[in-house]
Every structure is written in C-alpha cells, then in structure tokens.
C-alpha cells in the first residue's frame, strides 16, 4: 500500500467515526463487577492428604518398636526367656550372620534420631510458609 492509499482509508474511517460518540460505562460500573467478582465461587484449594495415614503410620512405628524391644528378651539359642517352649531359631539364624561395627551402629542410630528431629522442623516450615 502506498501513502496515498493509506491517507485515503485513515479520511474514510475519520469521516464514519465523527458522528460517533464513544460509550462510556455507567457510574457505578465499577461497584457492580467487583460485586460479581466477590460473589463467585473461589475454587476450592486441593487439601494435602498423605498417602499413608496416621493410624497406619503409627501401627508400623508400634509394631517396629515391639520387634526390636521384644530382641532383647531372647537368648542366643532362639528361645523367649518368657516363653522358652516358642522355638526362634529360624528368626536367630537369620540375625546371627550380621554383624555392625559400633561406628555403624552410631551412624544408623543418629540418623535415625536426626530424621525424627528433621521431619517437625520441616513440617512446621513448609505449613507456616504455604499456609496448609
């Protein structure tokens, strides 16, 4: 397109828009769409839910706990000092095998205490820092 042209088109649209006011909203335009946007429904938020819950978690740190506290009750020899006619041989000969140096053991116990102490703590961060 030329400039002509161009000066020809801009003449045409100004003479069909001199006649033309321009709409302007009404006084309270404002009010009413903040008074529909207010009254919206707001999406609900997705709610975190874990995948293994409370009770389960508890039952399986219950029984963990029972399994190792119920290790120290039974002799070499596979028999409950409680109830020496259950035989734990099978149990016994399994265990019998490993061996943990102290430095090992340490480790896995503070690791353990450190991952009981961390988990809180980061809990409680990302709840007040994403308002969950």
Not at 28 to 56: A, G
């Amino acid at each position: 397109m030329s400039k002509n042209e161009d000066k020809h088109i801009e003449e045409l649209v100004d003479h069909f828009m001199k006649d033309r006011v321009l709409d302007t909203p009404s006084f309270d335009f404002t009010s009413k769409v903040m008074s529909q946007v207010l009254t919206t429904k707001t999406s609900s938020i997705t709610k975190y839910e874990p995948l293994i819950s409370k009770k389960i978690l508890i039952t399986i740190f219950s029984l963990l706990l029972a399994l190792i506290i119920s290790s120290f009750f039974y002799d070499t020899t596979g028999s409950s000092r409680w109830a020496p006619h259950i035989d734990f041989i099978p149990f016994n000969n399994i265990t019998a095998s490993y061996e943990f140096s102290a430095v090992t053991t340490y480790s896995f116990v503070l690791t353990a205490i450190m991952i009981f102490i961390q988990i809180p703590i980061l809990k409680n961060y990302y709840d007040s820092k994403f308002d969950v």
